[in-house]
């Protein structure tokens, strides 16, 4: 079956622009999560979704990045003003939801994101 | 608060010698412990994850893991490295029973010399 997907693959954008990046999880999948890998800086927790459970933003850097699922389903992260601290390849997860015991995190191939 | 250390950012090894790559944990409570490969291009594999049961975790491709509670470690090895295992490595941490969200550590970037 087909695996976490991840649009657009690479992005480039103008500072100050408004950014929308997607993710389709794997069909059945309740629990999403986004990361961001930055140069050097391994990987950051941004913010996990599970079910109709409110959403865990804890990880988000700052108020210009959001991100919404919608229909427990796909979803978009924004980030609004962009600046060139934001360029990294954003990464989406999905896994079952049935508890980090029993399951797995299956990732996306990332969008790669760089701010001019 | 969890975090992970993986000294250094590159190792390089010959074929068909020991891949050792070093993690070490910070946890207040028991946790996951994870090992994740990046290869090129490519998006994140779960390579084993140790959850409480057998100390030992063997996972894909012939790596294995050692969760060691004194040492808070849980250092990856395979007995002998294989030209595709160039890749990226990463280690993670997560708390048992608690938020479902992972803790990397910065990676670890593999070569493997012919």
């Known amino acids: 079956g087909a695996g976490v997907s991840q649009s657009p693959s690479n992005k480039v954008t103008e500072k100050g622009k408004d950014v929308e990046l997607r993710c389709d999880p794997i069909s059945g999948h309740t629990a999403l999560y986004w990361y961001r890998q930055s140069l050097g800086q391994g990987l950051e927790f941004l913010i996990y979704?599970?079910?109709?459970?409110?959403?865990?933003k804890s990880g988000l850097p700052s108020d210009r990045f959001s991100a919404e699922r919608t229909g427990g389903s796909v979803s978009t992260l924004t980030i609004q003003r962009t600046q060139q601290e934001d360029s990294a390849v954003y990464l989406c997860?999905?896994?079952?939801?049935?508890?980090?015991?029993?399951?797995?995190?299956?990732f996306g191939p990332g969008t790669r994101l760089t701010v001019l | 608060a969890q975090s992970v250390t993986q000294l250094g950012s590159h190792v390089s090894v010959s074929e068909g010698a020991l891949v050792l790559l070093r993690c070490n944990y910070s946890s207040s409570v028991p946790p996951y412990l994870f090992w994740y490969v990046q290869y090129p291009n490519q998006g994140l594999q779960l390579l084993l994850k140790y959850t409480s049961a057998a100390t030992l975790v063997k996972g894909i491709n012939g790596f294995e893991a050692e969760f060691k509670k004194s040492e808070t470690s849980f250092h990856l090895t395979k007995p002998s490295a294989h030209m595709s295992d160039a890749a990226e490595y990463f280690c993670a941490v997560s708390e048992s029973g608690g938020s479902e969200k992972l803790v990397f550590g910065k990676g670890m970037k593999l070569t493997v010399n012919p």
């Open positions: 997860a999905s896994s079952l939801g049935t508890g980090l015991s029993t399951d797995t995190q299956y």
């Open positions: 979704f599970q079910g109709n459970s409110a959403p865990d």
